[in-house]
């Protein structure tokens, strides 16, 4: 049994109980959505540690997440580029 503190106003449960009806997976809101998706990383300390040397050396350093999504790029880039081949 659910206790509410305050009364259910059925509009709002409707929204709630179409949202829930609907089901589907996240991914289909995450390709609609235009804001940036965001993700926790975790890497071995050693591989940071090379990339925090890479980029103290480059004469207009990036940030560590601008490092990360441009070697990302040129991962893809590389694939595609191997796919044609």
């Not at 409707?14 to 949202?19: D, E, F, L, R, S």
Request: net charge positive.
């Amino acid at each position: 049994m659910v206790i509410r503190k305050k009364p259910v106003i059925a509009e709002q449960e409707a929204k709630i109980n179409a949202v829930i009806q609907k089901g589907g997976s996240p991914i289909n809101t995450i390709q609609q959505s235009d804001e940036p998706y965001r993700l926790t990383l975790r890497i071995p300390l050693p591989l940071k540690i090379q990339i925090d040397d890479l980029i103290a050396i480059d004469p207009a350093p990036p940030s560590l997440t601008a490092w990360i999504l441009d070697a990302m790029k040129q991962k893809l880039q590389r694939h595609r580029h191997n796919e044609i081949d």
